[in-house]
């Protein structure tokens, strides 16, 4: 099956929407409520009112935003040069762990989509090996964003620092210019709650939300705790073994590769506020389709076993029980 990522364009389309409707038709078909979860803010709590009589609207926006999601992340990483034009697979796993940790609208979809596009800007294109302060400010805007609608998603300014140490940018005006653009949202925020007098219930609330640790399980079944425990499996395989190959390529493919890998920093810092699940998985999603297409196919990689025309049919494996896995969760 991985041969047909390598050439077969049509079919890989045609494989990606059967993922698609597999993975989406239970939820469209009898769509959950929308919750404001364990962590509100203040965007997403606006939407939940918003769409609370509409469900399946919901779902169908969750679904769009994976979807397109999935194609954007595929065209920046082969628009860079960091996975083959051939392939969609990082597309369906993109979509796939996505999918596996969500049923309808959640802020941690809307935080991958939002760090797509801060993505985008920070992908180098040139021998120059660093970025302008104009895309540093405005990738640390959509950071802001990206909290309004999840607070734990400040964890990707750790991303980011790291991102900007990696471009050099060492500058007191870049961390100015950083932190200003991360600021931007909520001096729009702050001066509409301070006229509307709802600022102090605010700041409670984000204080509240950035101090509830959340270190335990969530109500699985067995079935589901394998499913989780296998897609992460899969993923820090794959980061290993693209952090041991990252010297065999081009600096600048190095470069940008390192951009999509500390995301899972700020992934991280994301994972302690909710109860380990498949949802937590989510915003690890764009490193992992990355890493883990690389350790899939052959021609773009040579991690993993020794003699890897030999043990095809391993990976074949793999990839079927991931799918497998995104089903069961």
Same mark, same amino acid.
């Given at each position: 099956?991985?041969?047909?990522?390598?050439? +077969?364009? !049509? &079919?890989?389309?045609?494989?990606? =929407?059967? !993922?698609?409707?597999?993975?989406?038709?239970?939820?469209?078909?009898?769509?959950?409520?929308?919750?404001?979860?364990?962590?509100?803010?203040?965007?997403?709590?606006?939407?939940?009112?918003?769409?609370?009589s509409v469900p399946r609207l919901a779902v169908v926006l969750a679904l769009v935003l994976t979807l397109v999601g999935g194609i954007c992340i595929n065209i920046l990483l082969a628009d860079?040069?960091?996975?083959?034009?051939?392939?969609?697979?990082?597309?369906?796993?993109?979509?796939?762990?996505?999918? !596996?940790?969500?049923?309808? =609208?959640?802020?941690?979809?809307?935080?991958?989509s939002v760090s797509i596009a801060c993505l985008a800007p920070l992908m180098l294109r040139s021998s120059l090996l660093t970025i302008p302060p104009s895309k540093a400010c405005g990738a640390?805007?959509?950071?802001?964003?990206?909290?309004? *609608?999840?607070?734990?998603?400040?964890?990707?300014?750790?991303?980011?620092? &790291?991102?900007?140490?990696?471009?050099?940018?060492?500058?007191?005006?870049?961390?100015?210019?950083? *932190?200003?653009?991360?600021?931007?949202?909520?001096?729009?925020?702050?001066?509409?709650?301070?006229?509307?007098?709802?600022?102090?219930?605010?700041?409670?609330?984000?204080?509240?939300?950035?101090?509830?640790?959340?270190?335990?399980?969530? @109500?699985?079944?067995?079935?589901?705790?394998?499913?989780?425990? *296998?897609?992460?499996?899969?993923?820090?395989?794959?980061? =290993?073994?693209?952090?041991?190959?990252?010297?065999? @390529?081009?600096?600048?493919?190095?470069? +940008?590769?390192?951009?999509?890998?500390?995301?899972?920093?700020?992934a991280l810092g994301m994972a302690i506020y909710s109860p380990l699940s498949a949802k937590t998985l989510v915003p690890f999603a764009i490193p992992f389709a990355f890493c883990f297409t690389? =350790?899939?196919?052959?021609?773009?990689?040579?991690?993993?076993?020794?003699?890897?025309?030999?043990?095809?049919?391993?990976?074949?494996?793999? *990839?079927?029980?991931?799918?497998?896995?995104?089903?069961?969760?």
């Open positions: 099956m991985l041969k047909l990522f390598q050439r +077969n364009m !049509a &079919l890989q389309i045609v494989l990606i =929407l059967a !993922a698609v409707a597999l993975l989406w038709m239970k939820p469209l078909v009898s769509p959950p409520m929308l919750s404001v979860g364990e962590h509100p803010a203040i965007l997403y709590s606006l939407l939940c009112s918003w769409l609370a860079v040069g960091l996975v083959s034009q051939n392939t969609l697979l990082p597309a369906l796993l993109y979509i796939t762990l996505v999918s !596996a940790g969500a049923n309808t =609208l959640t802020p941690e979809i809307i935080v991958c640390t805007a959509l950071i802001g964003i990206a909290t309004l *609608f999840h607070m734990p998603a400040v964890a990707l300014m750790l991303s980011y620092m &790291l991102i900007a140490a990696n471009f050099r940018l060492y500058g007191w005006k870049d961390w100015i210019v950083m *932190f200003l653009g991360f600021l931007a949202p909520y001096m729009l925020l702050i001066s509409v709650l301070f006229l509307t007098g709802d600022l102090d219930s605010w700041w409670n609330g984000v204080t509240a939300a950035l101090g509830d640790v959340m270190l335990r399980f969530d @109500h699985l079944s067995q079935l589901q705790a394998i499913g989780v425990g *296998f897609l992460a499996l899969m993923f820090i395989w794959s980061l =290993l073994n693209m952090s041991v190959r990252m010297n065999e @390529h081009p600096v600048v493919w190095r470069q +940008n590769a390192s951009t999509v890998l500390l995301l899972s920093v700020g690389h =350790l899939l196919l052959p021609t773009q990689s040579s991690f993993g076993f020794h003699g890897r025309k030999k043990h095809t049919w391993i990976y074949e494996t793999l *990839f079927i029980l991931t799918l497998i896995a995104a089903f069961v969760c």
